[in-house]
């Protein structure tokens, strides 16, 4: 028993479906490299301010070590987005060079999210750490803390 396959010509909307499909791809990867482009730049701007405040005034260390060190992973995950993916690809096989495609689309939208996440999250850290830097005492403001250990003790007084 043979199985006989019959087709038709695509109609409008069939056509009009598959040509959407293929385009969208294409503006899809355009707009996660536009995407990336944007994040490089605000990475490597925060990066910047955060060097230019190395300075344990403003925040402290701890903050200062952990926001930079994710900021400049950020940056370099979009370096590396960025990059083009060399591949070899047969461009005359079309489901390959889609597959090629859509894992390109995939890998970049991870990257993405990565990017993001650690911009949120160095920024998190640099607003906390703001804040206990605002909050925390310091010793310029706390004559107690400013003086040796043994001139505070309850012995001192009792020692002259």
Known sequence: MSILAQSRPLDATEKFMNEWAAESIKANIATANSTLSQLLTLSTALTGSGVYFLNEKVLPPWALTSTLLLLFVSLLTCMAANMPNA?????????????????????????????????????????????????????????????PDHQNSAIAPLKK
């Open 87 to 147: 591949k070899d690809v047969d461009i005359a096989n079309a489901e390959e060079f889609y597959e090629y495609k859509r894992s390109t689309l995939i890998l970049k939208k991870r990257k993405i999210s990565i990017c993001a996440f650690m911009i949120a999250a160095s920024l998190l850290l640099a607003g906390s750490g703001v804040l206990f830097k605002s909050f925390a005492p310091s010793v310029a403001d706390n004559p107690v803390a400013s003086t």
